[in-house]
């Protein structure tokens, strides 16, 4: 079944202590992109990346950071968080096909005290 | 950048019909998407259309593109409580390798 997962579906943690989103995927799709939603503000895109090696910066990008070693991994790391960075966190692939269809995650809820 | 707005809320009966509307400001838009958040979900693809295209019918869908005004609705007729979600309107340009997303209209749907 096609599917992109992330780990861990909730988590609280407090401010400046290091953590780690993992979204893998088993679709063999280059791109993949995170996304933060908060009320209000819908979805803003924090990071993307074309392919293995390549990452860019979205719309939100301070504060995070991402990775791109393999095809199948794009994991989202807060190296320092803070309650600001609370929110729903979605992981997205796309395929190459028409329409390219974007592939979500099922969300992590963070929540940074 | 590029914006998409969206009305925030929908609150209609079951078994009437459903209008999402949305309006962008990139005249170079390829592709316009509508995406389904069910609670505590991601978003799903619902349906698309091709910027050449002026409507598209899926089942009880009906998406209508006006370019000239940049507008993009969608219809739910016969709408049920399970159609109940935020629904995302979303638009791809040419040239650009991101969506561009709406914040977002929340449908509820009462018995």
């Known amino acids: 079944e096609a599917q992109v997962t992330q780990n861990p579906r909730y988590l609280i943690t407090v401010t400046g202590k290091k953590l780690t989103v993992t979204c893998s995927q088993n679709?063999?799709?280059?791109?993949m992109s995170w996304y933060r939603q908060d009320p209000g503000l819908g979805l803003r895109q924090i990071y993307y990346s074309m392919n293995v090696e390549v990452t860019d910066k979205g719309d939100v990008p301070e504060g995070y950071k991402v990775s791109r070693k393999e095809k199948r991994n794009f994991p989202l790391i807060l190296e320092s968080p803070s309650p600001n960075q609370t929110s729903l966190y979605f992981c997205?692939?796309?395929?190459?096909?028409?329409?390219?269809?974007?592939?979500f995650g099922p969300g992590t809820r963070l929540l940074v005290l | 950048g590029e914006d998409v707005e969206q009305s925030l809320f929908l609150s209609v009966r079951e078994g009437d019909s459903s209008v999402i509307n949305c309006t962008y400001t990139?005249?170079?838009?390829?592709?316009l998407y509508w995406y389904k958040q069910e609670p505590g979900a991601g978003l799903q693809l619902l349906t698309y259309?091709?910027?050449?295209?002026d409507m598209k019918q899926d089942q009880r869908l009906t998406v209508l593109l006006n370019k000239k005004d940049k507008h993009l609705s969608l219809r739910i007729a016969d709408t049920q409580t399970g159609d109940s979600a935020i629904y995302f309107c979303?638009?791809?340009?040419?040239?650009?390798?991101?969506?561009?997303f709406g914040k977002g209209t929340m449908l509820l749907v009462s018995p």
């Open positions: 259309i091709f910027s050449n295209m």
């Open positions: 979303a638009e791809r340009s040419s040239g650009y390798s991101t969506l561009t």
């Open positions: 990139d005249s170079s838009s390829t592709y």
């Open positions: 997205a692939t796309r395929d190459t096909g028409s329409p390219e269809t974007q592939y």
């Open positions: 679709m063999n799709h280059e791109y």
